[in-house]
């Protein structure tokens, strides 16, 4: 039986399978912030605690200089070091043990989580591959799909990620239906949804390592003052953005604001404008780089029945 690990309101499955910001903060005592020592995150005071979580939501760049974390492994002690697993076969330090089809893959470095196939069946879109076995990897994913062939991408290698979401009511509680679309920069796609178990946490794991990786270019590009196309959005930091055609300077939008599974604009004369976040490409970059804040819950539109 595998030893999960809760640390800031999340169970992982090991240390290694943390992002590496929260990593760091997990093994440092005392944790710092804004030079005053905590033992650790629970006994922060509440609302420190709550600063704390959503400064590492909010922009995971910044995250480590805020904690104030070295890097220096030396005073690592090797008192405690537990030996791997002996079961599972063989694998890198850290990996956790993967499907025999999935042990050809060497690229990625270690193995960090495995989601297995629901025991569902959704139909995917046509032409694209629904994932039905996916691992995370530190470097990449690889997935099997269909044709029952295990594919591996680099992170490197992803470029855009759309994200679907809708939320059932139900008689006793509502439920949510999870789609996210990968797309390489060749433009070879996949898709993940519910199909996959854990598949939120996957791909919001997903989204960490490839937004990281995305958002410095995006950052200059932007600040430089190239327009920058978000599907039917488009923005430029001294223009203003563009939707349905036409294009709004900033100082005459009064809100911009993401809500059930909308991207809404009013302007300062009442006008309203929409566009739906399931068609914006990477919509939590471009939120990111206008300012709008994204409450991840706010991408489920809701359905109807």
């Not at 499907?99 to 694209?128: C, D, M, N, R, W």
């Not at 070879?188 to 199909?195: A, F, H, P, S, Y």
Request: glycine share 6%; hydrophobic share 35%.
């Amino acid at each position: 039986m595998s030893t999960h690990i809760h640390f800031m309101g999340t169970d992982y499955s090991s240390v290694e399978a943390m992002p590496a910001n929260l990593r760091k903060a997990y093994q440092s005592t005392p944790l710092s912030l804004n030079g005053t020592d905590y033992a650790s995150v629970e006994a922060m005071p509440p609302s420190v605690r709550v600063a704390f979580e959503e400064a590492y939501k909010k922009d995971p760049d910044e995250f480590e200089d805020m904690l104030g974390v070295d890097d220096d492994d030396e005073n690592d002690s090797e008192d405690n070091e537990t030996a791997a697993p002996a079961w599972g076969g063989p694998r890198p330090p850290g990996a956790v043990p993967v499907p025999a089809e999935f042990a050809t893959v060497t690229s990625l470095g270690p193995a960090l989580e495995v989601y297995p196939h629901q025991g569902l069946k959704i139909l995917p879109t046509f032409g694209t591959p629904g994932v039905s076995v996916l691992v995370r990897y530190r470097d990449g994913l690889a997935y099997r799909a269909g044709d029952n062939v295990v594919h591996a991408w680099q992170w490197e290698e992803v470029v855009v990620i759309q994200t679907k979401m809708a939320r059932h009511p139900a008689k006793d509680s509502s439920w949510t239906s999870h789609e996210y679309t990968l797309t390489k920069t060749g433009g070879e796609k996949l898709i993940l949804n519910d199909e996959v178990k854990g598949v939120r946490d996957a791909a919001e794991y997903i989204k960490t390592a490839v937004f990281k990786l995305l958002r410095p270019s995006l950052k200059q590009r932007y600040q430089a003052g190239e327009a920058l196309a978000f599907g039917p959005v488009t923005v430029h930091k001294q223009a203003g953005l563009q939707l349905d055609g036409q294009t709004y300077a900033w100082d005459s939008i009064e809100d911009i604001k993401v809500h059930h599974g909308q991207l809404n604009v009013t302007l300062r004369n009442r006008q309203k404008h929409a566009a739906h976040t399931s068609a914006i490409p990477n919509v939590e970059l471009l939120c990111q780089l206008i300012g709008v804040q994204l409450d991840n819950d706010q991408l489920a539109t809701e359905a109807l029945f």
